[in-house]
């Protein structure tokens, strides 16, 4: 749903899918959660990405271990704070 909503508004992106970071999540495995956070983060700085899109339910629980990444300086968006207003 994501990528048709930004090819629709001509916003370009990439896609990265952390095949583990939910199972993580769900098992509270925060040495896996932090080596998945890690990949994410890596790919968003080699692509250059000054945004990273939780599109996953699951991300948002562990926002704070996201936003410790000080190697990093883009900016998190979690869809879970629009869906709020809109409902």
Not at 30 to 43: G, H, V, Y
Not at 52 to 73: E, G, M, Q, R, S
Request: negative net charge; charged residues 25%.
């Amino acid at each position: 749903m994501y990528q048709s909503i930004l090819k629709d508004k001509n916003i370009l992106f990439e896609t990265f899918i952390s095949k583990n970071l939910a199972g993580n999540i769900e098992k509270g495995d925060t040495e896996m959660i932090i080596k998945d956070i890690d990949e994410i983060i890596s790919f968003a700085k080699d692509i250059n990405a000054t945004k990273i899109l939780y599109a996953c339910t699951h991300y948002p629980l562990v926002d704070d271990l996201f936003k410790n990444k000080n190697d990093w300086c883009g900016s998190f968006i979690n869809p879970a704070e629009y869906v709020a207003i809109k409902v």
